[in-house]
C-alpha cells in the first residue's frame, strides 16, 4: 500500500466533523499526506450545508507545506475517531 492509499484510507474513514477548526486540520493533514481535492470535497460533501467547493478549494490552495499540520495529523485525528 503507498502513502496515498493510505491516507485515503485514514481519511475516509472519518466522517466530516461538524468544528471548522477540526475540519480545517483534517483537510490540511490529508493534503500533507498527499490526498487529493477531489476526494477531499466528495467527503465534504457529506455535509453540503456546512462546507462548499471554494471553502475546500481554498484550504487545499493555501496548505503549508512547512507547516505544523503534517499527516501525522491525519492518523491522530482518524484513530480518535474511532
Known amino acids: 500500500m503507498n502513502d496515498k492509499e ?3 484510507l485514514a481519511f475516509l474513514s472519518m466522517e466530516p466533523p461538524k468544528n471548522y477548526e477540526t475540519w480545517k486540520n483534517i483537510g490540511i493533514s490529508y493534503e500533507a499526506a498527499g490526498g487529493d481535492h477531489d476526494t477531499f470535497l466528495s ?5 453540503p450545508e456546512k462546507y462548499d467547493e471554494a471553502v475546500t478549494r481554498k484550504l487545499f490552495e493555501h496548505v503549508d507545506e512547512g507547516g505544523r499540520i503534517t ?4 492518523i491522530w485525528h482518524a484513530a480518535n475517531a474511532g
Request: with cysteine; proline share 0%.
Open 6 to 8: 493510505k491516507a485515503d
Open 71 to 74: 499527516a501525522g495529523t491525519l
Open 43 to 47: 467527503w465534504c460533501s457529506h455535509d
